[in-house]
């Protein structure tokens, strides 16, 4: 938002009083008076103010000049205001930062990473249509289809992430959807991201990523490879959706999710589905993000490098039988990471805060909780992105539809690593594995 657009918002919501309908106050303390001033005051702040964060406009209802202002508002391009449901001041400065990060075009924000995926199938799934999943997708993603999206006749299919024939084989005349995602949620597998959007392109499906891993940072998802024969064009997804109850927010104080297109036409398609839907967001919480947006590349950096540490320190300790970090070499998908992700920092490569490891099948679940239990910086608990250290035992067995012979038999792990000293989490580490495991 510019200055200039500022300045005619400010003109075209003007809603001060027309001091010929407030009751005179001159007979002294007048109630009906002050009552009406306290809704229509004539006093207007000096124009002009400014600070390093934008301001926070809070609306359901929007203020119109006239009847014939109100009837030519638009809602659909961010040229004007017509409802707080449909965007402020506010949601769209985070919409437009949002876009730049993930490399889009257009964006829209919604109540949460998993609204963002529901109003992206609600909007292009109808009855009798196919929607494609990974295996190893984020798990209310997959209840979503499971559960709702079957009441509607939409059927949805789980692929194998790690094979890129096998989604070319379940791709069907009925299919109008292919959900991404890189790594995949828990076991961490990293696919190849661009051949998944090539057989996609290929077959006229649309490609749509779970990116709240990569956050904009790690990869460009609009951007993944040069286009088959066209050296000008890129290859890139059609929608990315991000969780930014993530990293964005940093707090874990925040829910919000967002949905990011290169297409205005795919855009609207989404919009007008976001505006029946009802899934607008509030102000305070878009003020949150505004202000943690700004260090999210700071600190997804110092999530990467202590998880990074972490994870090759467990793949020494005698009870973990792997680590699932696609940034380590061994990890199901490294190669691809590598490939995609492994250009930042001279060659280091970027990634998440976020792992597992596999403890060995000769501990029992009773044995792993425990280590849970006994870590004390660690807390149990879901989702990642926060300053804290997360932990949170998986029972893969009820989460696959397939077989995971890459997978190392026990039971996973998954560690989000937030911003404490990495040699504390190191230690917690240690005494919780010595006393959960003993001394192997
Ligand atoms: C957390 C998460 C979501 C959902 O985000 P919420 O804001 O918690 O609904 C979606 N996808 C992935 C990969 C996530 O980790």
Request: glycine share 10%; with cysteine.
């Amino acid at each position: 938002m510019n200055s200039s657009a500022d300045a005619s918002l400010d003109a075209s919501v003007d809603a001060s009083p027309d001091a010929s309908l407030v009751t005179p106050s001159a007979a002294g303390h007048d109630t009906a008076a002050l009552t009406t001033q306290l809704v229509h005051h004539a006093y207007q702040p000096p124009a002009g103010f400014a600070a390093p964060q934008p301001p926070v406009y809070k609306a359901s209802t929007v203020i119109f000049p006239n009847v014939a202002a109100m009837r030519a508002r638009e809602w659909k391009d961010k040229t004007s205001y017509t409802y707080g449901l449909h965007g402020t001041p506010t949601t769209y400065q985070l919409e437009e930062r949002l876009a730049t990060l993930e490399g889009g075009e257009q964006c829209l924000l919604v109540p949460s990473g998993l609204a963002a995926i529901a109003n992206v199938s609600l909007a292009l799934l109808k009855t009798g249509d196919e929607v494609l999943i990974p295996d190893n997708a984020y798990g209310p993603s997959k209840a979503l289809a499971e559960a709702e999206l079957q009441h509607y006749g939409i059927r949805h299919v789980v692929y194998d992430p790690m094979d890129p024939s096998d989604l070319a084989a379940r791709i069907t005349p009925a299919t109008r959807l292919v959900w991404l995602e890189a790594p995949g949620s828990v076991t961490m597998e990293f696919p190849d991201l661009a051949e998944q959007v090539r057989i996609c392109r290929a077959r006229g499906v649309i490609a749509a990523l779970d990116n709240t891993w990569g956050a904009g940072l790690a990869f460009a998802p609009f951007d993944l490879a040069p286009a088959d024969g066209d050296a000008q064009a890129r290859l890139g997804v059609d929608i990315s959706i991000h969780a930014l109850t993530k990293y964005p927010s940093g707090g874990g104080d925040v829910l919000m999710g967002s949905i990011t297109t290169r297409d205005q036409a795919l855009h609207l398609r989404i919009k007008l589905a976001h505006m029946r839907l009802g899934l607008g967001v509030g102000a305070n919480d878009v003020e949150a993000l505004l202000r943690s947006l700004p260090s999210t590349a700071l600190r997804y950096e110092a999530h990467d490098r202590s998880a990074r540490e972490l994870a090759r320190w467990l793949q020494g300790q005698p009870a973990v039988a792997q680590v699932l970090h696609p940034a380590l070499p061994g990890s199901p998908g490294h190669a691809q990471w590598q490939a995609l992700c492994g250009g930042h920092r001279g060659g280091e490569g970027l990634a998440a805060g976020l792992f597992s490891v596999v403890i060995d099948a000769r501990f029992g679940q009773d044995a792993v909780d425990a280590f849970c239990d006994r870590l004390r910086l660690f807390k149990l608990g879901y989702s990642w992105g926060g300053p804290m250290s997360l932990v949170v035992p998986y029972e893969l067995a009820s989460m696959r539809a397939r077989s995971t012979p890459h997978l190392r038999p026990g039971t996973v792990v998954r560690f989000s690593i937030g911003l404490e000293a990495v040699e504390d989490l190191r230690a917690d580490l240690a005494q919780a594995l010595q006393g959960a495991f003993g001394a192997l």
